[in-house]
């Protein structure tokens, strides 16, 4: 059962609030990322090399902004839910309740160092025509985030698309 | 801390057309699980839990986008030294990468440009394993230049 059109547009253009991460950049984290990584850049891990570059100490990688502004596990933000959530949560009312990211492009402008402090400011941009795809069927819904720092540097502008999908229903198909 | 020299990739020695050298990396568990909840942040069950990725339709746990852009930021820094400045990364994913899998990744450059004092190369990549392609996209990256 498709969503009415007028219900998803809804949703989009309208910015979140400025919502700070709970941890500002710091060699932890970073150390955390290139550990799993096994990233040996030495912007990010040797301060000695480092301090000798145009950024004068480490940096943290730039793929990792959106780390520093992710939800934790709890306990759970104490604020109104964004477009994004709000959107999600009709969606999962309605059976699409599974989502699986398809794209994401990241522009980076300001270098983050240790002690900056994240924020990111987000928007539902386009919500596409239900499709059948081979999960299931589903919509493909493109967010745009601005991630900013403690100067109001814009660090980094991207965009996440995810197909928010009815695993179930393609799960009924395939068992007829 | 074992002293080496970084590479330097430098623009003027980069043709359009030039391939990156191959890299292969193992996906386990850990790099599954690990990526999505310690490198990332990311808590969503499907990364770190068989039960829920096999309700959501998928064969196992499987690598969270966060994780698949990490791999690709540090596939095109490891190409061009540290003096390599990321400027965007695109990136589309198909299959998934499941514990087991072996990511390939490859990379060619697509561009040599200049742009606002920067010296840029654009580098079209892709990432398969065994079930096909897993990511695919471009990377642009500005380099030193000798003199």
């Not at chain 1, 040797?46 to 502004?69: R, W």
């Not at chain 1, 969606?91 to 402008?109: H, K, L, P, R």
Request: with cysteine; glycine share 6%.
């Amino acid at each position: 059962m498709a969503i009415a059109e007028a219900v998803l547009n809804s949703y989009i253009g309208l910015d979140s609030e400025r919502i700070a991460g709970v941890d500002a950049v710091c060699e932890q984290m970073i150390r955390h990322w290139t550990e799993v990584m096994e990233d040996t850049n030495p912007l990010y891990s040797d301060p000695q090399y480092a301090k000798n570059t145009k950024y004068e100490g480490v940096i943290a990688p730039p793929m990792q902004v959106q780390v520093y502004t992710m939800n934790p596990l709890w306990p759970k933000p104490e604020r109104d839910p964004n477009s994004m959530e709000s959107l999600l949560k009709v969606m999962a009312e309605e059976g699409y309740s599974t989502i699986v990211a398809t794209e994401q492009n990241q522009e980076y402008f300001t270098p983050m160092k240790p002690g900056d402090q994240i924020s990111q400011i987000m928007s539902v941009k386009e919500i596409s025509a239900e499709k059948q795809t081979a999960r299931g069927p589903g919509y493909f819904v493109t967010f745009a985030y601005k991630f900013i720092n403690q100067n109001d540097e814009v660090v980094c502008q991207q965009t996440f698309t995810i197909l928010v999908y009815n695993s179930i229903a393609a799960m009924k198909e395939e068992a007829k | 801390m074992i002293e080496t020299k970084p590479v330097v990739l430098n623009w003027n020695d980069v043709k359009v057309g030039d391939e990156l050298p191959v890299h292969k990396r193992q996906i386990t568990a850990a790099l599954v699980s690990g990526g999505a909840i310690s490198a990332t942040r990311d808590y969503s069950d499907v990364h770190h839990d068989y039960h829920a990725a096999r309700r959501a339709g998928a064969d196992d746990i499987f690598m969270n986008i966060l994780t698949t852009n990490g791999l690709i930021g540090k596939y095109i820094t490891d190409w061009t030294g540290p003096a390599g400045e990321l400027k965007s990364i695109q990136l589309r994913l198909a299959v998934p990468n499941y514990p087991g899998d072996i990511l390939e990744l490859t990379g060619k450059v697509s561009k040599k440009f200049e742009e606002n004092d920067d010296h840029l190369v654009e580098i079209e990549y892709l990432g398969k394993n065994k079930q096909g392609n897993h990511a695919k996209g471009k990377v642009i990256i500005s380099l030193p230049i000798r003199g």
